[in-house]
């Protein structure tokens, strides 16, 4: 899953990959959507499988299994 902020008429796209346990939560939105609108840099905030709110068992990855 992931949160996208951006549209057509941005030149350059960053991901966020939350680390240390964290996930795509307020924080990281906040911080895309003001680069986002202030800057015109497209913003997609990755959320990882078992993290935060996504499905899935919490820090399960199906390749390790």
């Known amino acids: 899953a992931y949160y996208s902020f951006c549209d057509s008429t941005v030149e350059s796209i960053i991901l966020l990959y939350p680390g240390a346990g964290m996930y795509a939560n307020e924080a990281y939105q906040f911080v895309a959507k003001n680069l986002f609108e202030k800057y015109k840099i497209g913003c997609c905030v990755l959320h990882m499988r078992g993290h ?5 068992e919490r ?3 199906s390749i390790c299994r």
Do not use: I, L, N
Request: charged fraction near 25%; charge should be neutral.
């Open 52 to 56: 935060g709110k996504s499905e899935g």
């Open 59 to 61: 820090g399960a990855c």
